[in-house]
Nanobody, 120 residues
Framework: QVQLVESGGGLVQPGGSLRLSCAAS????????MDWYRQAPGKERELVAS???????NYADSVKGRFTVSRDNAKNTVYLQMNSLSAEDTAVYYC??????????????WGQGTQVTVSS
């Protein structure tokens, strides 16, 4: 019913920046939360940043001041600007959304993930 497609991952040197995008498409009536999670090797998936359709944002303590989440509701797209990256940010980054579809039901969706590797 709804697909989330992430893009923008890759290899970056320590101190560098990347911008991730996640576009939602399908039978969307409204999108509530659009969040970014990440999962590093051997670790549990963790919430990195979240944003509501009213513009409220929240960040994990580990990324505050370095990452910025933003959202274009007209495009059903969420972005994650990542600055001052370090090796500890290496992970697969996942987009997550809570969506009310056109049938009136609400579902949770995950993207396929995009790899971010911070290495010199």
């Amino acid at each position: 019913q709804v697909q989330l497609v992430e893009s923008g991952g890759g290899l970056v040197q320590p101190g560098g920046s990347l911008r991730l995008s996640c576009a939602a498409s399908g039978s969307i009536f409204t999108i509530y939360n659009m969040d970014w999670y990440r999962q590093a090797p051997g670790k549990e998936r963790e919430l990195v940043a979240s944003t509501t359709n009213s513009g409220t944002t929240n960040y994990a303590d580990s990324v505050k001041g370095r990452f910025t989440v933003s959202r274009d509701n007209a495009k059903n797209t969420v972005y994650l600007q990542m600055n001052s990256l370090s090796a500890e940010d290496t992970a697969v980054y996942y987009c997550y959304a809570v969506v009310k579809v056109t049938t009136g039901y609400q579902y949770q969706y995950w993207g396929q993930g995009t790899q971010v590797t911070v290495s010199s």
